[in-house]
């Protein structure tokens, strides 16, 4: 009975002692998870649709100037790399024997000249001849039908009348000849007055020698090459770009930023556009005048960015839009509980980092997350932290 009685007391005391210790034990309830993001609202920014292209540094004045008549080079008066004027003596070919032909020319004229003078005084003595010719003829005419003179004398006046008809004509064409001949002999002149000119060659215009093929008392023939020349100041990059955007590029007005090795060299805007598309590469070519200030030089490959719509818009990074079902962007903003709420967005230009939002009008008053959007839901809690 005492044994019993122990055993209850015994269990009575563990059954409180176990009370006591569920009383004290609390249930710790877990807290809802907060994302980190950071927050911006639309961005109002400049956005530009741009087409990367590369294309390569010509000189818009260039030539490669040769000789115009055949000698000996005598004056060589620049080497690569010197810079002329427009109207700076160049080079010049052996002189000597064109002023001596000019001057053949100039006396060969004087003689023409005479000739024709002669001729003329010619004509006026046949002329007189022929006159007085006439008059014998129509006495003896007159005579020999009132049978006062013979048939053989008649005749006689009869064939100097006729010679001195003759004798004008010949008068009149040894004229037309050394009229000819004095124009041939002006015309010889003039050749040789300009042979001698272009034995000197000057710029053509600003320049700077590029490369030099002849050297100094070397003979060279009509039509050979000694110099190349070009103007480095007025320079334009030409390049092909896809038959795709043909419509879209206007000249004169499509805007081209320049680059080389990435940095920016300043703006300029399309200055040609051919009129016609390669129908085997389906390329058209371009060209882009470069403007002053803009540091290139000739031969070199630039990077250009035409740029074919610019605008101002609200945009926001392009890493904010995502992509879902049905090629649909949302974004999410944070609401007055900072909860998140996606909204459904029209992408527009994507300009580097920035994406133009085309619906923004309806979106000015939120803020929407920017980064750490990949862990956010619809109701998610949002936890605002500053942008690194």
Not at 19 to 29: F, H, I, Q, S, V
Not at 119 to 148: C, G, M, N, P, V
């Amino acid at each position: 009975m005492k044994n019993s009685s122990n055993v209850w007391i015994c269990a009575l005391l563990a059954g409180l002692v176990a009370a006591g210790g569920c009383a004290k034990k609390e249930t710790k309830k877990i807290g809802e998870r907060e994302i980190r993001v950071t927050i911006e609202p639309l961005q109002k920014r400049i956005f530009r649709q741009q087409i990367p292209v590369q294309g390569t540094v010509w000189p818009v004045e260039y030539a490669t100037i040769s000789a115009k008549i055949s000698g000996t080079l005598e004056l060589l008066k620049v080497d690569e790399g010197d810079t002329r004027k427009k109207g700076d003596t160049l080079f010049g070919i052996d002189r000597q024997i064109l002023k001596n032909q000019v001057t053949v020319r100039e006396d060969e004229i004087k003689v023409k000249t005479a000739e024709l003078e002669s001729a003329r005084i010619a004509l006026k003595t046949a002329e007189i001849s022929k006159r007085k010719a006439e008059l014998d003829y129509e006495r003896f005419l007159r005579l020999w039908q009132s049978k006062a003179t013979s048939q053989a004398e008649f005749e006689s006046y009869e064939t100097a009348h006729k010679k001195a008809e003759m004798d004008v004509r010949s008068a009149k064409a040894a004229i037309i000849n050394a009229e000819a001949q004095l124009k041939q002999a002006e015309s010889n002149l003039t050749i040789a007055r300009k042979n001698l000119d272009d034995s000197v060659i000057r710029a053509p215009f600003d320049c700077i020698v590029t490369d030099k093929y002849i050297e100094e008392n070397e003979y060279v023939t009509a039509g050979q090459n000694i110099l190349k020349l070009e103007n480095q100041k007025r320079l334009e990059v030409i390049c092909y770009i896809s038959a795709v955007y043909y419509e879209d590029v206007i000249p004169g007005k499509t805007p081209v930023s320049f680059a080389v090795d990435g940095e920016g060299k300043g703006r300029g805007v399309v200055t040609y556009k051919a009129p016609s598309i390669d129908p085997e590469s389906r390329t058209f070519k371009l060209k882009i005048l470069v403007p002053d200030g803009v540091s290139l030089v000739s031969g070199m490959l630039c990077n250009l960015s035409l740029i074919l719509t610019e605008k101002e818009a609200y945009g926001l990074p392009a890493d904010a839009l995502l992509l879902r079902a049905n090629d649909r962007y949302i974004v999410y903003a944070i609401d007055a509980n900072k909860r998140a709420k996606s909204f459904d967005v029209v992408r527009g230009i994507v300009d580097g980092k920035y994406c133009e939002v085309v619906n923004a009008q309806e979106l000015l008053k939120e803020r929407f997350v920017v980064t750490g959007q990949t862990f956010v839901n619809n109701g998610s809690l949002l936890r605002e932290v500053k942008a690194e």
